[in-house]
């Protein structure tokens, strides 16, 4: 799970529990101007082959966390349920993409986009 916040012109990604030792990673920092959008999709969590794993952990079915090399894209995973997934589409980060479980997948996709609208 990760908990999304806003401070100031930034979006932090806040991994939470264990899941920093799956993802290898405790949070992302992201500028928003490198934040292009962000929607509800628990389709893009689903299935087994999420990409070349490079730093993380990828159990099928149970979760997929960290970075994958994906059709010519870095994405970032952190997600146990599919159906709280988020994507984040970004530009001119190390990540193309971030996929992540979330509370409340709608209010957040909604707070990301609005400040992405707001920068």
Not at 17 to 34: I, M, N, R
Not at 88 to 113: F, K
Request: aromatic share 8%; glycine share 10%.
């Amino acid at each position: 799970m990760v908990t999304v916040t806003r401070a100031g012109s930034m979006l932090r990604f806040e991994i939470e529990g264990f899941d920093k030792v799956l993802a290898l990673k405790g949070h992302l920092e992201l500028p928003l101007t490198h934040v292009r959008s962000a929607r509800v999709d628990p389709d893009a969590a689903k299935g087994w082959w999420h990409g070349v794993r490079l730093p993380g952990t990828d159990i099928p079915g149970f979760v997929t966390a960290g970075s994958f090399y994906q059709s010519g894209r870095m994405v970032f995973y952190d997600v146990h349920h599919a159906e709280h997934a988020i994507v984040v589409e970004l530009a001119d980060d190390s990540y193309d993409r971030l996929i992540v479980e979330v509370r409340d997948p709608a209010g957040t996709a909604a707070m990301i986009n609005a400040a992405v609208a707001g920068r």
